[in-house]
């Protein structure tokens, strides 16, 4: 679970005043109830929840739908933290179906807030409390880099690296943690396949040609001539082919280069 990495983050770290809004824009905002929430039924059995906030420059009305249970979570006169899509519509500004904590907890607000891929049945809060569960369950880590690489490198231990990949203290904290485990993947990848490219060369042998074997006859007989970098190219394939160690080689061309001769 700790290596299911977020694909986004939502900053929720920055307050923003009520009149500064931008229609379409998530914000997040402090403010003040002024009203208690009201519960409206509407069609088909469904409910609105109302609540109206506001700050030292003007008024917000938060609504959520079909959440009765909203009802004993909100006090008049007490602060909160919203964020949501704000719609400003006729100088009348709402904020439809906002995450909120109160003052003193911040669980879904005032901070950089990660954002995973889902599955059918699980949401972002459910895979967020998972994924806090895991790093808690999972513990130290070992270290799988050499003190001379992080050091050199200037990157992060890994146990720093996977908890500010998760849930970074900021932007710049978010940068280090993927530049660390971007650059592990790729270490670990290249020492891969130089591991398999040692093992394939010691233990394989390829198929010799005798050095008479030229490559001369061939290209005399072609109905054009070969251009000097051609013929360098083919005068290192041909020393290959006389090396018992088996020939690893891409043949690169462009478009006219008449690669279907070779």
């Not at 509407?42 to 420059?57: A, S």
């Not at 290209?219 to 290959?240: G, H, M, R, S, W």
Request: charge should be positive; hydrophobic fraction near 35%; proline fraction near 3%.
């Amino acid at each position: 679970m700790i290596n299911y990495f977020p694909r986004d983050y939502e900053d929720r770290s920055k307050t923003k005043k009520i009149e500064d809004l931008q229609d379409g824009e998530q914000a997040l905002i402090k403010a003040i109830c002024v009203s208690r929430l009201s519960n409206i039924r509407i069609k088909n059995g469904k409910t609105m929840q109302k609540l109206i906030v506001r700050d030292d420059t003007r008024t917000c009305q938060i609504t959520w739908f079909n959440q009765p249970y909203l009802k004993d979570k909100f006090y008049l006169g007490q602060t909160y933290y919203f964020y949501g899509r704000a719609s400003v519509k006729f100088s009348k500004i709402d904020i439809n179906s906002p995450v909120f904590d109160s003052i003193e907890k911040k669980k879904n607000t005032g901070k950089i807030v990660p954002i995973y891929c889902l599955t059918n049945g699980l949401t972002q809060n459910a895979i967020r409390s998972i994924i806090e569960n895991g790093l808690k369950e999972a513990g130290e880590q070992e270290e799988t880099l050499p003190d001379t690489i992080i050091k050199q490198k200037q990157l992060l231990e890994l146990n720093t690296a996977i908890d500010q990949i998760h849930f970074p203290d900021d932007f710049f904290k978010f940068k280090e943690a993927r530049k660390r485990l971007v650059f592990e993947e790729l270490f670990s990848m290249q020492l891969a396949l130089l591991s398999i490219k040692n093992e394939y060369n010691q233990e394989k042998n390829g198929i010799k040609f005798p050095k008479e074997v030229k490559m001369s006859d061939v290209i005399y007989n072609l109905p054009f001539n070969l251009t000097k970098a051609q013929l360098k190219v083919l005068e290192e394939i041909d020393c290959d082919m006389e090396n018992q160690k088996p020939m690893n080689r891409l043949l690169q061309g462009d478009v006219g280069s008449r690669k279907d001769y070779s």
